[in-house]
């Protein structure tokens, strides 16, 4: 079952088998540290050779013959704190493949079923439609206010925290209009000078998160879509509770909160 992989990435639902020691920084196993029974099924399998050298496998927790004592399963977003940078990406990477594969087994087209084609692609067996993995790029945008920024609380936020305007990218729009078109649907606020932040692979379970600033125009705050239930602008000094690292809002906030954007 070994591959000549570097590391072996095992997911099972959401999860991540780390290994970690005392004194050691954790990091993803190697294969000679990984034994799975062997009557039990592999629902997915990938191998690629960045941003680290792996074999990724998709299987049920109990697959694994032997949990060491320096194994452990851990949700994939809280592996970001856990793992080297290129760890985690990896991780990542391997998961938004299981997941693409795991709702890509028939064809959109005829309903035959996909074949592997490539390590990234499927062919159909019937009609030879291919097709790749998919992103759902999601804008993210932190508004200034002079000295505040907007900062919002969602419906289906988990935790009583506040994070920035943040939506999905609709067909035939660029991602400043996206931009507009949220902060206005979500807050009725219009906003100008619209510049880009940065990116960041949300892999949960496949986004690309594409950061912006902008600056309040005019208007005033109204919630109107259901979607947000509260927020404001807040100043530096009287912030409410924020996301946390490793989220690309907790990189825009932080770079704000030291005077570090553009
Ligand atoms: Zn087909």
Not at 26 to 40: G, T
Not at 151 to 159: A, E, I, P
Not at 240 to 252: C, D, K, L, V
Request: proline share 6%; glycine share 6%; hydrophobic share 35%.
């Amino acid at each position: 079952m070994d591959s000549e992989a570097q590391y072996k990435i095992l997911v099972s639902k959401g999860k991540v088998l780390i290994h970690t020691c005392q004194g050691e920084s954790s990091r993803l196993p190697y294969p000679n540290e990984i034994s799975i029974q062997p009557e039990m099924p592999i629902d997915g399998r990938f191998t690629f050779g960045h941003p680290v050298d792996a074999e990724a496998i998709s299987m049920d927790e109990e697959s694994l013959v032997e949990t060491t004592s320096s194994q452990k399963w851990v949700d994939l977003r809280a592996s970001a704190s856990l793992l080297p940078s290129s760890h985690y990406s990896a991780a990542a990477k391997a998961s938004e493949l299981i997941f693409w594969d795991s709702t890509t087994r028939y064809c959109p087209v005829c309903g035959a079923e996909m074949t592997r084609h490539t390590e990234i692609s499927k062919r159909c067996t019937k009609c030879e439609r291919e097709i790749w993995p998919t992103l759902s790029p999601a804008i993210i945008v932190l508004v200034r206010r002079g000295e505040k920024a907007l900062l919002v609380h969602g419906r289906t936020f988990s935790k009583p925290l506040y994070a920035l305007v943040a939506g999905f990218v609709e067909t035939g729009e660029s991602l400043e209009e996206c931009v507009r078109r949220e902060v206005k649907e979500e807050t009725s606020l219009e906003i100008g000078n619209i510049s880009y932040f940065g990116s960041q692979s949300w892999p949960f379970p496949s986004q690309l998160m594409i950061g912006f600033t902008a600056d309040y125009v005019s208007g005033e705050i109204r919630f109107a879509d259901g979607e947000l239930t509260s927020g404001g602008f807040f100043s530096r000094d009287d912030l409410p509770q924020i996301p946390g690292p490793p989220s690309i809002a907790r990189q825009m906030i932080d770079a704000w909160l030291e005077g570090n954007l553009s």
